[in-house]
Structure formats: C-alpha cells, structure tokens
C-alpha cells in the first residue's frame, strides 16, 4: 500500500525533497522554510491516501476550509510565495516517485492516479488558504493605514478647534501661545493631506511623467511653505543648489520627495541648529542631499527609517509615511534615496538621479 511505504520510507523520502526544494529555490531562506514545511505536508499526503483507500476521492476542499486557511497561514508566516508552494509539492511528489523507484517499490497505475489526484487537491486547497489569508492581511494593513490617517487627522483638528473657540470667545488673545496652537495644528492638517495625496498618486498613476527641469525651481517651491515651519522651531535653512543644476523627471513626484525629505529633518533637527538642501551633477547623475540636525540615529536602524508608518524619536505628528513615500517617489523616475548616519551630529538623505530619463538606473551615491 503506497501510504505504507511513504511511513515507512519518511525520512528518504524527506531528504530527497529538502534536496530538490533546495535546488529549485536557489537560495538558502526559501529551502530552509519550506525544509520547516515539509513535515505537515508529508503527513497531509499520507492521511488523504489513507482516506482515499477507504472512502475514495472526497470533493476539492472537502478536508474543510479551516485545514487549507492552516496551510496557507503556515506557508505565508514561512515567508514562501504561491509558486514555491506549488514547486515544493512537486518536489515531494518526485522524490516519492524516485524514493518508490529505488527500493524497488511498485507504484500501480491507480496509486500514481492517487497520489496525483492528493498532490493536485493538496496544492488548490493550500494555496486557496494562502490567497484567503494574504488578502485578509493586506486588507488589514490598508484599515490600519487609513485608521492612522483618520486618528492623526482628528487629533490636529482637535486641537485647532479648541483653539479656535478660545480665541473666538476671547478668553485668549489672537496672537498668543493659543493662535500658534491654532496655526501649528493647520501645518501638521495640510501636511498629512499632503503626503497623503502624494502616496495616492504614486499608487493611481505608477508611471512618472518626466520634464526638463531647472533643481533650483523646484527647491524654491519646497523652501516657501518650509521657511515659516523652520523658524518656529528655531532651525535656519541653507540652500546651496547652482542654478545651472538640471535633469529630467517627474516634477510632483520630485516636489513630494524633496518637500519630505525637508519636512522630515526640520521636525527632528534640534533647535538652534541647521537643515542644508545641497546638490550637485556628477557625470550623468544630479545628487541632491538634505541634511539635518537630529543627533544621528541609533545603530543598524538606518533602513528601517523608510517602513511605512515608522516613526523615529519623540516627535511623533503625522503617520509616519513621508521617507516611504519620498522613496516610492524617486524611484519611480529611475532614481534612488539612501540615508547616512553622522554618529551625534545628524543624518544626510542623499537622492541619486539620472539626468536624462530613461537612463540606467544610478547606483546609490555615497554622501559628501
């Protein structure tokens, strides 16, 4: 009975997919999580051959959905895609085929239909469980992203409307501490609306609409609504961008990156220091650098400033979106962003474009 020799031959039969699964994935993460996988689904296999003896062929997700829902949790927390579900079941399913060679094991025509039959319903309903859950995730994320949006929103308007009223009644004068509140609190309103238009435009229009452009326009666009951010937290700004400096790329996906980029180090530089917007051309690239003053970061956490919905030190207004965006931005038009740590002093955003669209893509520059 083939379920027999599957038992009996488990840990053969084992080695020989971790090897296949192995060759096939080409790289170790893939073959070690689907080596944790294997076992669950050997047993899987064996159970619906035994079932199969003795009831026949049940219909296609008939084990019921709470068993494949198990499965494709397993394979998504394993970090596997739904094609390196599909290769590791037909890994198993050749190295049973050789493992049954080998031995000397007869595999008749009606066990080969069987196993088949197993494999075949085994990877709809694994990869069904995978799809059902990937979609409750993703579907999750998106209403914990719309609910940030909505919580930060709420909280600004609080706050301006609160504001508002005890200037309106006149319990507090209109230029006092309560006006700057008021102010403060429109800033951080239309500076989440911003960049959350900016995110819904790179997601609705994935393709970047380039255009000759003169740099020293565009940062002049960007510096206007942060000057009067920057002097209220007693930060100075420095621009040093020649006017000569130019390229080709998409203008609001440049203005959203770069307005960002600025926005972010002017909330996390200390007061009394500065935010430097530099940029230069480099043969065929134009490098653009923002420079704060927040105090460097901590070690090792230098990417994990562009994960959506991270947030770096004690400032925590807005959604935690911009360097993500201000990424996404970039590299729409070809380019790339990358920080660098100054240990005490601060960080330098550094984004790497190509001067003419189109263009091989630039490697990450190392800032100056």
């Given at each position: 009975m083939l379920s027999d020799f599957l038992s009996g031959n488990r840990q053969a039969i084992h080695e020989l997919s971790r090897r296949k699964v192995a060759a096939d994935a080409g790289s170790a993460p893939d073959a070690e999580a689907w080596n944790q996988g294997l076992p669950e689904?050997?047993?899987?296999?064996?159970?619906?051959?035994?079932?199969?003896?003795?009831?026949?062929?049940?219909?296609?997700?008939?084990?019921?959905?709470a068993q494949a829902t198990q499965r494709g949790e397993k394979m998504l927390r394993l970090g596997l895609t739904v094609s390196q579900v599909v290769q590791g079941y037909s890994a198993v399913c050749q190295s049973i085929t050789e493992a049954a060679r080998e031995q000397g094991f007869v595999i008749s025509a009606d066990e080969f239909h069987t196993i088949n039959r197993v494999l075949d319903l085994a990877?709809?309903?694994?990869?069904?469980?995978?799809?059902?859950?990937?979609?409750?995730?993703?579907?999750?994320?998106?209403?914990?992203?719309?609910?940030?949006?909505?919580?930060?929103?709420?909280?600004?308007?609080?706050?301006?409307?609160?504001?508002?009223?005890?200037?309106?009644d006149g319990l507090v004068g209109a230029r006092g501490e309560t006006s700057a509140v008021l102010e403060k609190g429109l800033r951080r309103m239309t500076d989440i609306i911003d960049r959350?238009?900016?995110?819904?435009?790179?997601?609705?229009?994935?393709?970047?609409?380039?255009?000759?452009?003169?740099?020293?326009?565009?940062?002049?666009?960007?510096?206007?609504?942060?000057?009067?951010e920057a002097k209220s937290r007693g930060i100075s700004l420095l621009v040093q961008v020649a006017s000569e400096v130019g390229l080709e790329a998409d203008p609001q996906h440049l203005v959203s990156a770069l307005s960002n980029l600025v926005q972010n180090a002017i909330k996390f530089t200390k007061p009394g220091t500065t935010v430097c917007l530099r940029a230069r051309e480099l043969g065929d690239q134009v490098l653009i650098e923002v420079e704060?003053?927040?105090?460097?970061?901590?070690?090792?956490?230098?990417?994990?400033?562009?994960?959506?919905?991270?947030?770096?030190?004690?400032?925590?207004?807005?959604?935690?979106?911009?360097?993500?965006?201000?990424?996404?931005?970039?590299?729409?038009?070809?380019g790339t962003l990358t920080v660098r740590d100054l240990a005490g002093k601060g960080c330098v955003f550094t984004i790497t474009l190509p001067r003419t669209a189109g263009k091989t893509p630039p490697a990450p520059a190392v800032a100056s």
């Open positions: 689904v050997f047993d899987h296999i064996i159970a619906s051959l035994q079932r199969a003896a003795k009831y026949g062929f049940p219909a296609a997700g008939a084990d019921g959905g990877i709809a309903e694994a990869v069904t469980g995978y799809e059902h859950l990937h979609d409750g995730i993703v579907a999750k994320a998106e209403a914990l992203r719309l609910g940030m949006l909505a919580h930060e929103l709420r909280n600004a308007l609080t706050n301006v409307t609160l504001a508002h009223l005890m200037i309106r959350s238009l900016a995110e819904v435009r790179l997601h609705s229009e994935p393709l970047a609409e380039p255009r000759r452009l003169r740099l020293l326009d565009l940062v002049d666009e960007v510096w206007v609504t942060a000057s009067s704060d003053g927040c105090g460097g970061l901590p070690p090792g956490r230098a990417e994990e400033l562009f994960r959506p919905f991270t947030q770096e030190g004690k400032d925590r207004s807005g959604v935690g979106l911009g360097l993500a965006i201000s990424r996404q931005a970039i590299e729409r038009n070809g």
